[in-house]
T-cell receptor, first 111, second 117 residues
Framework: DAKTTQPPSMDCAEGRAANLPCNHS???????VYWYRQIHSQGPQYIIH???NNETNEMASLIITEDRKSSTLILPHATLRDTAVYYC????????????FGTGTRLQVFP | GAVVSQHPSRVICKSGTSVKIECRSL??????MFWYRQFPKKSLMLMAT?????????EQGVEKDKFLINHASLTLSTLTVTSAHPEDSSFYIC?????????????FGSGTRLTVV
């Protein structure tokens, strides 16, 4: 079973920041949080991942709370092409390297 | 960056026939590959984990004789849907994990849309 909880859908105005929350209250100390997104009928695209510290790359920022029970993916200036389903994933704890997808958040960016 | 090529992107087959889907890591070696299926408006469901040179590990409820997986090299895994039926129609997606492990990510193919008629 997925170890994360995300809102099913969110809207965001183009040019504004999109903040996508994720709850992973049962996360273990050595588990990473991964974010992927899937644009319609394509394979998932890697966005970012982190363990404890906040992370930033050219696509997004990842803010992880100090207790690591939740995180937020931030798209600083959303565009229409950011419309997709965003998945927050915690790697399976027994190191089988599996990524188990939850239901994700469908982000709709509007003009 | 890492690229995974999945082929074919779309296939239509008749009931009772078999279909093979290929997943290749183009610029890295992958000791582990994963196969997912996805129904419309649903999330990805992991079917099996494919390890180079050994038998695949199937998730609960996935028929191993129905979905044959072969991972003969560090860059290629195949999924064969045998005796396909209309209910096997779905979007199949592979993923490859860089053999270097650690923080190297999981790269996904672009998916194969299978329609069984």
């Amino acid at each position: 079973d997925a170890k994360t909880t995300q809102p099913p859908s969110m809207d965001c105005a183009e040019g504004r920041a999109a903040n996508l929350p994720c709850n992973h209250s049962t996360i273990s100390g050595n588990e990473y949080v991964y974010w992927y997104r899937q644009i319609h009928s394509q394979g998932p695209q890697y966005i970012i991942h982190g363990l404890k510290n906040n992370e930033t790359n050219e696509m997004a920022s990842l803010i992880i709370t100090e207790d690591r029970k939740s995180s937020t993916l931030i798209l600083p200036h959303a565009t229409l092409r950011d419309t997709a389903v965003y998945y927050c994933i915690v790697r399976v704890p027994n190191n089988t390297d599996k990524l188990i997808f939850g239901t994700g958040t469908r982000l709709q960016v509007f003009p | 960056g890492a690229v995974v090529s999945q082929h074919p992107s779309r296939v239509i087959c008749k009931s009772g026939t078999s279909v093979k889907i290929e997943c290749r890591s183009l610029d890295f070696q992958a000791t582990t590959m994963f196969w997912y299926r996805q129904f419309p408006k649903k999330s990805l469901m992991l079917m099996a984990t494919s390890n180079e040179g050994s038998k695949a590990t199937y998730e609960q409820g996935v028929e191993k004789d129905k979905f044959l997986i072969n991972h003969a090299s560090l860059t290629l895994s195949t999924l064969t849907v045998t005796s396909a039926h209309p209910e096997d129609s779905s979007f199949y997606i592979c993923s490859a994990r860089d053999a270097r492990g650690g923080n190297y990510g999981y790269t996904f193919g672009s998916g194969t849309r299978l329609t069984v008629v």
